[in-house]
């Protein structure tokens, strides 16, 4: 498939959104970039650095005529958006997301009376700590995955237009069930930033933190996220997320157990274990991070 988009619409032109404007516009697949935000000042900020070529307010006006429209916003605001958009659509304009659950959003999507064959939940597995138009880079998404979950009503032209877009981006596509994303995104991005949360509340003490160094800033670093953002996601994957702070409650109630009863062994078994399953991933997919 030959990608041409007329006119890509962006709702929340953030790091996500802004990121995917600048890749596809430096491979020359699109001709016109809105953006639909909240901030005026961000809004500014993403036409003066040529993320998005003009900027909208009203989102109803902003979606009339465009042929894909993306949502990055949070996933808790998405069901408004839907909502907002669903009657002022063009009949052949493809809808997608960019967000980190995908049960809720599908679950969303089809409460708006949104034409479900024209949406494709999507969720690029890639960011950083910073936020906003300014922090947006055309190379964010390459060697990346971005993970797609058609719902059964999804067509496969919508499908095949926004896995192109994506792979534009440089990112490595991937489809599954979106039960299935869930689950993994909360293992793997959803309980790490929540730990890192906690982790710092846990030792809030400024005689402690001027003496943290490397290891601690690497461990923490995603504890400077979007605290609005990583509340949202926490609510909407809530069951999934659980699941995996009770296994992580597991390991620590292990660990203590093993530190109160002096037990080296114990200790010994769990880190090596932890240390040949990390050198394994890296191994074998250390490039793709």
């Known amino acids: 498939m030959s990608l041409s988009i007329q006119h890509l619409v962006i709702i929340g032109t953030g ?6 404007a600048l890749a596809l516009k430096q491979a020359g697949v699109v001709k016109r970039i809105t953006g639909v935000g909240r901030s005026p000042q961000n809004l500014h900020d993403a036409i003066r650095l040529g ?4 900027a909208s307010d009203n989102i109803q006006q902003a979606v009339q005529d465009a ?15 839907f909502k907002d958009i669903a009657d002022a659509l063009p009949e052949h304009a493809i809808i997608t997301d960019a967000g980190s659950t995908k049960q809720s959003v599908i679950k969303d999507a089809q409460k708006s009376g949104l034409d479900m064959s024209r949406f494709v939940p999507a969720h690029p597995i890639a960011g950083t700590e ?13 060697n990346h995955r971005c993970i797609l979950t058609p719902s059964t009503e999804t067509s496969a032209e919508s499908l095949a237009k926004v896995r192109e877009m994506w792979k534009y981006t440089g990112a490595n596509i991937e489809i599954m069930d ?23 509340n846990a030792l809030h003490d400024d ?3 001027r003496f943290a160094a490397g290891g601690f800033r690497d461990f923490t670093r995603i504890a400077s996220s979007s605290p609005e953002m990583w509340r949202d996601i926490a609510l909407c994957n809530a069951a ?30 769990k880190f ?14 250390g490039d793709n991070i």
């Open 15 to 20: 790091l996500i959104g802004g990121s995917l």
């Open 51 to 54: 993320v998005i070529d003009d």
């Open 67 to 81: 042929d894909m429209v993306l949502l990055a916003v949070p996933v808790a605001a998405c069901a408004q958006v």
């Open 130 to 142: 910073h936020s906003g138009a300014a922090a947006a880079f055309p190379t964010l998404f390459q």
């Open 178 to 200: 979106a039960k299935q994303h869930d689950d993994i995104m909360a293992s793997i991005s959803h309980l790490p930033h929540l730990t890192a949360f906690s982790l710092i």
């Open 207 to 209: 005689d402690v933190f």
């Open 240 to 269: 999934a997320i659980t699941d995996k702070i009770d296994a992580l409650q597991h390991e620590l109630h292990d660990l203590r157990q093993a530190l109160q009863t002096q037990n080296g062994e114990a200790l010994l078994q």
């Open 272 to 285: 090596t274990a932890a240390k040949q399953a990390r050198d394994q991933w890296l191994s074998a997919y």
